[in-house]
Every structure is written in C-alpha cells, then in structure tokens.
C-alpha cells in the first residue's frame, strides 16, 4: 500500500520502491546461465497504481498499468537499457 499523496498536472511523481527477487523462480529460468555470462541481465516487471483524480468539480477513479522491460549490467550493477509501456484508464 502506498502512502496518500499528490501529483501536479503534467508532472511526475517519483517514489522509492522495493523489489523482491525470487531466487527459486530465477534459477528457473533457461536462459539464466547465458545471461550471466553475457554479463547482463534481462528482467521484465509490471504494477498496478489505482487512485482518484480531481478535475476540479469532478473526481475520477484512474487505473495506471505500466509494464517495463529492463536489461541490467551485472558487473557495473548498472541499468543499461529500460523500455517501459503505460496504460491510463479512467
């Protein structure tokens, strides 16, 4: 759950997240090995953030879907290309 907040029009609204990493479900994967010795690491993930918006006089319910696929460097721990899709509902 995330804490109440506020975000302008046209802005952004940044928040610090924590990810959990499965290691069963990742030592699943075929191509893990191959990934780790190519030194990168491709991860795909997706969230759901449900809120209202006011318009003035009207308050709307919004749904926002955003899935985003990243490839991370292993070595430098670094995030070398990310390429994300939203999806806005209201």
């Given at each position: 759950?995330?804490?109440?907040?506020?975000?302008?029009?046209?802005?952004?609204?940044?928040?610090?997240?924590?990810?959990?990493?499965?290691?069963?479900?990742?030592?699943?994967?075929?191509?893990?090995?191959?990934?780790?010795?190519?030194?990168?690491?491709?991860?795909?993930?997706?969230?759901?953030?449900?809120?209202?918006?006011?318009?003035?006089?009207?308050?709307?319910?919004?749904?926002?879907r955003?899935?985003?696929?990243?490839?991370?460097?292993?070595?430098?721990?670094?995030?070398k290309?990310?390429n994300?899709?939203r999806?806005?509902?209201?």
């Amino acid at each position: 759950m995330l804490p109440r907040g506020s975000a302008r029009a046209r802005r952004t609204f940044s928040m610090n997240v924590i990810i959990v990493v499965m290691v069963e479900k990742l030592i699943a994967i075929p191509r893990l090995t191959s990934d780790l010795i190519a030194g990168e690491l491709s991860i795909s993930m997706s969230t759901n953030i449900n809120g209202k918006v006011n318009l003035g006089v009207f308050k709307k319910s919004v749904d926002i879907r955003m899935n985003c696929d990243m490839v991370v460097g292993i070595q430098r721990q670094d995030v070398k290309d990310i390429n994300c899709e939203r999806k806005v509902s209201l």
